[in-house]
Each structure stands twice: as C-alpha cells, then as structure tokens.
C-alpha cells in the first residue's frame, strides 16, 4: 500500500511523451508497437479501416499480441468493413437489451443483493469478492442464461487470458474456449432464447453462422468485457470511498449519474490501448510507418489529453464535453458499451442509495508497464469497509 498519494489517484505517465513526440514505442513478442497518444490521432488512426486494420492474424491487434494462445477470430472486434458492417448489424439488436427495462429492473436487483451482502461484512476484497461477482452475474443477463452460471464464471478469477504473474495463459485460455465449445454444442442440440442458440440460428449474409463464427463472438464477450469491467467497478468504488462529498451528490443529483459514468470511465479508461496492423507504408505523427507493422491507439493517453479535456487529470463528475474514447472510436467503438454503461450507472445509484462511507482498508495496485511507461490500470487487491445509509 502506497501511503503518499491516494488509492484512487491514477496518474497520466504518457503526458510529457504525448506533448513533445505524440507516440512512444514498445516491444512485444518480437513485434514491437507504436503507440499513439494523441486524442486526434487516436481518433482519426481508428476511423481509417482501410489503412489501419483489425483483420489481421487473430490475436494480433491485441498488446500484448495473443497469436501464440488463440487461433480464433473475435468477432466483429477482429474483422474489417464490409463484413464488420453486416456482423454488427447482425449483433448490435441483441447487445442494446441493457436499455429494455426489463433488464434494467434485473440489473438493479443485482447490484442490491451484493451490496447487502458486503455491507454485513467488516471487510470486502473488492475485486474478487464483490467486483468479479458482479461482472458475472451481469453476464448472465447479458447472454439471458441462468445466473449459477456466473459460478463457474467466477471460479476463473479476474483473468481470462492471464495467470496470477500476469503472464499470457494459453491453459487458461483453453478452459475458456473448451467451455464455449460445450456450450455451443448443447444450444445446437436442445436451442433456447440464450445468445448462443440465437447466433446459431441467425441469419448472416443469407446464410447461417458457422460454429467458429459463434465462437468467435462469444470469446469476445466473455474476455472482452472482463477485466475492464473489473476495473471500472473496483476503481469507481475506491474513488467515491476516498470522495464521500461526491457519493453525496449522486445520492442529491441522481440526474447526474449518467455525467458521472462517464467521467469515471474516461479518467481510468480501464483498457489502456488497442492495436491496428498497417495495411501500407504511411505516416502518423510525421513519423514513417512500414506495412505490416503494428500501431496503437491508447485509449487511456487521449482521455488524458489537455487539448480537448479541461482539468483532465482530475476527476469533474459533472463534465459536460465529454468526447472520451474508453469505449473506442468510430464503426471498433465496443459492442458491449451499453452493458458496461448500464452495470456503473446501478453501480453508482445503488451505492448513493444503500452505503453512507466507505473505507479503504489496505490495497495492491495493479501497474502495467509498456516500454519506458508505467501505468496504473487498477488494484489486484483493495480492501474496503461499506456503511450502510440509514435516512
């Protein structure tokens, strides 16, 4: 535990690169990345498909790359225009079922439930016991199958792709690509109103899916919105424990919830960059890039870039411009946005409305580190005491 600063105190370690050069660089496997750090580059890199491309081998527009631990295709994440286009138009009806109320009603019951539950505890670890739970459970809503699901969900841990050293897994990954195997197998076999039983029998360029087309998406769905879920719930609650003045105004201001996901998504962007292979010899930053090379958009250095963003390295819960890009940018921006967004704003009601204080109690930061830069994405371990509001 770090005494000197506060736990919720994420610092910008790419500012002064991102104000002299606008791209650092970083190793990776043997296929080094330029990372770029700019809001406009950022933006303008991820809207050029053509030049900048996500149809590359799979696993490769991933940092670290995960081409040695995964041969299937995330899908649409990892395909280009046009058939990026038809995927998206195939999925997107499903993944805006967070705004039915329906949903909703359940999601708020979740949220609930857990937080009785750590508030008759004297401590909570955050990211395991409460963080992962809920992702999970959300999970369940989001794929509409049973929510003792989530159980074996949860007995991954945190991490998908990655063991306890952080390392990529390829025997973790297995577990998860053997499970979605099965999985796909029974809903062939006996189909319910589940999302693997609905891609098997969708329509898709007048044709059905094939299995590795399922898989494909329902691996991103199940990693891609895992430990950035995590992050944004275990890091929102341990900034509102170290602001009790602003829980206070969510509970006051609930009109403002949806201004305050927002902020808190943009300040920790809980995934830091994404990649692009390049498609032909270009430029970005002045700077000459080969074909065949490999770039990033760091999502986490725009959010942070003083020429759009007043004050950006605080957090303003009532932002009012707010053009971040912790869920992407332009026809990448993330599939699952609308799930992640739903979770933080019952998230954010529920505490105003359950917790009075919080307390951190101890906590272990989680630092990535991409070349010269060191970057905190979040906690492995936070402990936290919960009281609860009484009116």
């Not at 030049?51 to 631990?69: L, W």
């Not at 949903?103 to 609930?112: H, I, M």
């Not at 830091?272 to 065949?292: F, N």
């Amino acid at each position: 535990m770090n005494n000197n600063r506060r736990a919720s105190q994420f610092d910008d370690p790419f500012e002064e690169v991102r104000e002299k050069a606008g791209f650092g660089e970083v190793a990776d496997q043997d296929d080094p990345v330029m990372m770029l750090l700019r809001l406009k580059d950022v933006r303008k890199t991820a809207h050029n498909w053509k030049t900048f491309r996500s149809g590359a081998t799979p696993g490769r527009i991933v940092v670290p790359s995960e081409v040695n631990i995964r041969e299937t295709r995330q899908v649409p994440f990892e395909v280009d225009p046009p058939e990026h286009t038809d995927y998206r138009a195939l999925l997107e009806p499903w993944f805006r079922r967070p705004n039915e109320q329906a949903y909703q009603e359940k999601l708020t019951a979740l949220v609930s439930e857990l937080l009785d539950e750590v508030l008759h505890r004297d401590k909570v670890e955050v990211v395991g016991e409460f963080a992962l739970k809920l992702q999970s459970r959300a999970l369940t809503l989001l794929l509409n199958v049973p929510m003792e699901k989530s159980e074996t969900w949860i007995s991954w841990g945190t991490h998908v792709f990655r063991s306890e050293g952080e390392a990529l897994d390829a025997g973790k990954a297995a577990i998860l690509y053997d499970y979605i195997d099965n999985q796909i197998e029974n809903a062939s076999r006996n189909p319910g109103d589940d999302l693997y039983s609905v891609l098997l029998f969708a329509d898709y360029q007048g044709r059905k899916l094939t299995r590795e087309e399922v898989k494909g998406v329902m691996v991103l769905t199940f990693a891609g919105g895992r430990d950035t879920v995590i992050n944004a719930v275990t890091n929102s609650i341990a900034y509102l424990a170290e602001h009790p003045e602003h829980l206070e105004r969510l509970r006051n201001e609930p009109e403002m919830v949806g201004k305050a996901v927002e902020e808190l998504v943009r300040y920790f962007a809980p995934l830091t960059h994404m990649g692009r292979v390049v498609s032909e010899d270009t430029e970005v930053c002045s700077h000459a890039v080969k074909a065949d090379t490999r770039v990033s958009l760091c999502w986490a250095s725009a959010n942070r870039d003083a020429g759009t963003f007043e004050k950006p390295n605080e957090v303003v819960l009532d932002r009012k411009i707010n053009p971040h890009v912790s869920f992407g940018f332009s026809h990448h921006n993330c599939l699952g946005a609308t799930h992640a967004r739903q979770i933080l704003r019952h998230l954010l009601v529920g505490l105003s409305q359950k917790v009075s204080s919080m307390k951190i109690r101890n906590y272990e930061e989680n630092i990535e580190e991409w070349g010269e830069f060191r970057r905190k994405v979040g906690f492995h371990k936070i402990e936290v005491a919960f009281e609860a509001f009484t009116k």
